[in-house]
Nanobody, 123 residues
């Protein structure tokens, strides 16, 4: 399984970015796709996740109402639309795939990881 994440960049407070994660090498029908982020000196925390089959979603409290996760079945791609960005959103963002089961919020559940894309929000 290969995950190709993209879309990071340098933006200002209040701006928007859309991250993409393309999945290849495996059927996506039963996967859970998660977005995690890791700031310097901090642990890798979940931001959002989506069940490919059901469309059920999860959001961390810190991003509820600002971020939206979605999937494109035709492109085997998951998106993370990030609006109203804040300096505290600055981190390397990783997409990850977990196989079967319900949405999980711990990194250990996710078996495959993308390379990470840096999001920097300046104040």
């Amino acid at each position: 399984v290969q995950l190709q994440a993209s879309g990071g960049g340098l933006v200002h407070t209040g701006d928007s970015l859309r991250l993409s994660c393309a999945v290849s090498g495996r059927a996506v029908g039963d996967i859970i796709m998660g977005w995690f982020r890791q700031a310097p000196g901090k642990e890798r925390d979940i931001v959002s996740a989506i069940s490919w089959s059901s469309g059920s979603t999860y959001y961390a409290d810190s991003v509820k109402g600002r971020f939206t996760i979605s999937r494109d079945n035709a492109k085997n791609t998951v998106y993370l639309q990030m609006n109203s960005l804040k300096p505290e959103d600055t981190a390397v963002y990783y997409c990850a795939v977990g196989v079967s089961g319900a949405i999980a919020t711990t990194a250990g559940f996710y078996r495959y990881w993308g390379q990470g894309t840096l999001v920097t929000v300046s104040s």
